[in-house]
T-cell receptor, first 111, second 111 residues
Framework: GEDVEQSLFLSVREGDSSVINCTYT??????LYWYKQEPGAGLQLLTY???NMDMKQDQRLTVLLNKKDKHLSLRIADTQTGDSAIYFC???????????WGAGTKLIIKP | KAGVTQTPRYLIKTRGQQVTLSCSPI?????VSWYQQTPGQGLQFLFE???????NKGNFPGRFSGRQFSNSRSEMNVSTLELGDSALYLC??????????FGQGTRLTVV
């Protein structure tokens, strides 16, 4: 079945760039999403990219999509302590448009 | 535009009891999805409702049920609670591009 995979942890120094990676199997996904979850809170939609795009930039966030390799990444420039959270990637599966979720990447910021 | 409202935020129940959780989606959204989030299992899809009909269902036992009203508000019910049902239950209001807008969640603790 369809699957979305992410690494579980990423540790970066404050001020550096963070790159969170995601691979997916459902090549028919029309949109792919990035969500942020802070402790004790729900998931916040950060950004999304349409499948006919290669890149989308939104302030400190850059999303890259490689459809050939089914690889999605989220780059956070100038990482701040407030970026500390779990980041999820998700995409709708073709069969029923339900979102398939990665396990989430915990971003740890070192001072 | 009001966001997604989930009530209650926190709940403590004993084994064997039942519980009802409520979700008010974003005005104009007709689709609501429910998820269970636990540290070990990540984000697990429960079910989705669209215009008062259950459109998709995840792999959960029949103790988990839901419904949607004509005003798009949704409830989910868990009967005969087990310790393993302790989790954060998230409701998502689904937008036109299948993007999910989440509420803050209901933290259920079963003792």
């Amino acid at each position: 079945g369809e699957d979305v995979e992410q690494s579980l942890f990423l540790s970066v120094r404050e001020g550096d760039s963070s790159v969170i990676n995601c691979t997916y199997t459902d090549s028919s996904s029309t949109y792919l999403y990035w969500y942020k979850q802070e402790p004790g809170a729900g998931l916040q939609l950060l950004t999304y990219i349409f499948s006919n795009m290669d890149m989308k930039q939104d302030q400190r966030l850059t999303v890259l999509l490689n459809k050939k390799d089914k690889h999605l990444s989220l780059r956070i420039a100038d990482t701040q302590t407030g970026d500390s959270a779990i980041y999820f990637c998700a995409g709708p599966q073709h069969s029923n448009y339900q979102l398939i979720w990665g396990a989430g990447t915990k971003l740890i910021i070192k001072p | 535009k009001a966001g997604v409202t989930q009530t209650p935020r926190y709940l403590i129940k004993t084994r064997g009891q039942q519980v009802t959780l409520s979700c008010s989606p974003i005005s104009g959204h007709r689709s609501v999805s429910w998820y269970q989030q636990t540290p070990g299992q990540g984000l697990q899809f429960l079910f989705e409702y669209f215009s008062e009909t259950q459109r998709n269902k995840g792999n959960f036992p029949g103790r988990f049920s839901g419904r949607q009203f004509s005003n798009s508000r949704s409830e989910m019910n868990v009967s005969t609670l087990e310790l393993g049902d302790s989790a954060l239950y998230l409701c998502a209001s689904i937008g036109v591009n299948t993007e999910a807008f989440f509420g803050q969640g209901t933290r259920l603790t079963v003792v």
